[in-house]
Structure formats: structure tokens, C-alpha cells
């Protein structure tokens, strides 16, 4: 079976990550050591928290070769939540920092005062959504369009290519990329592991490439 490690650089919710491939079927190992992605057939960057602190985790932890090394060689990557966003070129989070590059484009702020019937919205956006889908991509194979994710985030990414988009959701009057997929690289701006059943098939997915 294919080894899948989950990257451990001090900011992502590591265990529900892993019990969520377990209850598929999957053993994926949690690993601090860089080491572990060149050995590893598929890599998992997870994330909470601030971008710029994100970023800096995996440059001063010495991922950020590994993981551009494991892309270069065509092996599947999964992004989750900040996980996506770091993929992308830069973030205006706290600042302008940089980001992988994995993904030409940049990382923005839901925008102020977004209503939706006469309500002001709260950003973070936090909860239930439903996804629409821009194309058949592995990662949501037997997903059907309007199924309810949860998500958890102030910011998302805007890729320079949109056909890069695979899913997307919409909140107030802003209709974001939910999910990507280009070659090998896939991510979800929503938590698989917290959204059920739907979660635990675009685990099952990943696990399956």
C-alpha cells in the first residue's frame, strides 16, 4: 500500500487528518521530518492559522524543497484549508508574504460589509456550505454537486489560470475556489476530515490515486 504522510510543521489539525484516512482505509503517518516526503508516495499539508506563520513553519522546519521536490515528481499533494492557500504565489494576510508558487495567483480577504437579506455576514466564513463543481476532477469522484462541506476561513485564493478551479462555493456575493487540482497538486479550502461522509469520500479519493 502507498505510504501517504501527513506534514507536521506546527499548524494544522494533524489527528483528524489521520483519523480520517484511517476510517477509509488508509494508514497515513504524521512526520516532523522532511525526510519522510521524499519517501513518501503521497504528501498532506494541512493548516490552521495565519498564512505568514505558516509559511515560515515549513521554511525554518526545511519543507519547502521536499515539497516542491515531491511535485516535480508527478506524486499526488493535497492541500487543506490554508494548506490551498499556501500553494499559492503570495497572500495580503497580515502584510504581503510569499507562498509556495505552486499555484500562480494570490491569497485575499473576504471583503467588509458583505449582507445577504439585509444581514451583515461575519467573516471569518464559518460553517456548512455547498460546492459546485467547474469539472471532473479524481479528488471529488462521486461527489455530487450541492453537497454541504464545512469550512473555516477569512481569506481564499485567486489562481491566475481558473481552469486550475475544480470547486466552488459561494458566500455573500462572493463565489471563491472551494477546491483545485492541477496535475498532481489538489487542495480543499474546506476541512474534509469535519465534513462527514462527503469528507471522508474526497479522502477516500486521495488515498485511491
Given at each position: 500500500?502507498?505510504?501517504?504522510?501527513?506534514?507536521d510543521?506546527?499548524?494544522?489539525n494533524?489527528?483528524?487528518?489521520?483519523?480520517?484516512?484511517?476510517?477509509?482505509?488508509?494508514?497515513?503517518?504524521?512526520?516532523?521530518?522532511?525526510?519522510?516526503?521524499?519517501?513518501?508516495?503521497?504528501?498532506?499539508?494541512?493548516?490552521v492559522?495565519?498564512?505568514?506563520?505558516?509559511?515560515?513553519?515549513?521554511?525554518?522546519?526545511?519543507?519547502?524543497?521536499?515539497?516542491?521536490?515531491?511535485?516535480?515528481?508527478?506524486?499526488?499533494?493535497?492541500?487543506?484549508?490554508?494548506?490551498?492557500?499556501?500553494?499559492?504565489?503570495?497572500?495580503?494576510?497580515?502584510?504581503?508574504?510569499?507562498?509556495?508558487?505552486?499555484?500562480?495567483g494570490?491569497?485575499?480577504?473576504?471583503?467588509?460589509?458583505?449582507?445577504?437579506?439585509?444581514?451583515?455576514?461575519?467573516?471569518?466564513?464559518?460553517?456548512?456550505?455547498?460546492?459546485?463543481?467547474?469539472?471532473?476532477?479524481?479528488?471529488?469522484?462521486?461527489?455530487e454537486?450541492?453537497?454541504?462541506?464545512?469550512?473555516?476561513?477569512?481569506?481564499?485564493?485567486?489562481?491566475?489560470?481558473?481552469?486550475?478551479?475544480?470547486?466552488?462555493?459561494?458566500?455573500?456575493?462572493?463565489?471563491?475556489?472551494?477546491?483545485?487540482?492541477?496535475?498532481?497538486?489538489?487542495?480543499?479550502?474546506?476541512?474534509?476530515?469535519?465534513?462527514?461522509?462527503?469528507?471522508?469520500?474526497?479522502?477516500?479519493?486521495?488515498?485511491?490515486?
Open positions: 500500500m502507498s505510504t501517504i504522510v501527513i506534514i510543521y506546527g499548524m494544522g494533524l489527528r483528524s487528518a489521520q483519523k480520517g484516512f484511517e476510517k477509509v482505509g488508509y494508514a497515513a503517518k504524521v512526520s516532523a521530518d522532511p525526510a519522510d516526503i521524499a519517501r513518501a508516495d503521497k504528501v498532506v499539508l494541512p493548516g492559522g495565519a498564512f505568514r506563520d505558516c509559511m515560515g513553519n515549513l521554511r525554518s522546519g526545511g519543507f519547502v524543497e521536499p515539497i516542491l521536490e515531491h511535485v516535480a515528481q508527478g506524486k499526488p499533494l493535497l492541500g487543506i484549508c490554508v494548506g490551498l492557500q499556501l500553494f499559492f504565489s503570495e497572500s495580503e494576510e497580515f502584510g504581503h508574504h510569499q507562498g509556495l508558487g505552486i499555484i500562480p494570490k491569497v485575499v480577504r473576504f471583503p467588509a460589509g458583505m449582507r445577504l437579506e439585509g444581514e451583515e455576514l461575519k467573516v471569518p466564513h464559518m460553517g456548512w456550505n455547498s460546492l459546485s463543481f467547474t469539472r471532473e476532477a479524481p479528488l471529488f469522484k462521486g461527489v454537486p450541492g453537497s454541504y462541506v464545512y469550512f473555516v476561513h477569512s481569506y481564499y485564493g485567486i489562481p491566475q489560470d481558473p481552469s486550475v478551479v475544480a470547486a466552488q462555493a459561494t458566500y455573500g456575493d462572493v463565489t471563491f475556489c472551494a477546491g483545485i487540482w492541477k496535475d498532481n497538486v489538489m487542495a480543499t479550502q474546506f476541512h474534509p476530515e469535519k465534513s462527514q461522509q462527503v469528507g471522508l469520500r474526497i479522502l477516500k479519493n486521495f488515498g485511491e490515486l
